[in-house]
């Protein structure tokens, strides 16, 4: 049983730093590309970034480039994604998700962020 269970989102705001967490079980972590989407109120999913099975090769958005950074700790089967200089555009609930852009189908409960001053 595939599970992806987010945390760190919260209440933060412009300018502020966020570090999200990814807790994966029920597969080998290790053998499977990662990735974060988000999706605001009223919008649909936006690919976030992508990270590799070895955590060397990684990819983002436009929207977040420079500002993200999408890691990953084989030993402990967790996804991260570093949130800096954070936005209030970036508010939406974040998921992390097995695979390629989540197309898998297996992507976790979400954790809300929201950037507000």
């Known amino acids: 049983q595939v599970q992806l269970v987010e945390s760190g989102g919260g209440l933060v705001q412009p300018g502020g730093s966020l570090r999200l967490s990814c807790a994966a079980s029920?597969?080998?972590?290790?053998?499977?590309?990662m990735s974060w989407v988000r999706q605001a109120p009223g919008k649909g999913p936006e690919w976030v970034s992508i990270?590799?099975?070895?955590?060397?090769?990684?990819r983002y958005a436009d929207s977040v480039k420079g500002r993200f950074t999408i890691s990953r700790d084989n030993a402990k089967n967790t996804l991260y994604l570093q949130m800096n200089s954070l936005k209030p555009e970036d508010t939406a609930l974040y998921y992390c998700?097995?695979?390629?852009?989540?197309?898998?189908?297996?992507w976790g409960q979400g954790t809300q962020v929201t950037v507000s001053s």
């Open positions: 990270i590799n099975t070895g955590g060397d090769n990684t």
């Open positions: 998700a097995r695979g390629i852009g989540g197309q898998e189908g297996y």
């Open positions: 029920g597969f080998t972590f290790s053998s499977y590309y």
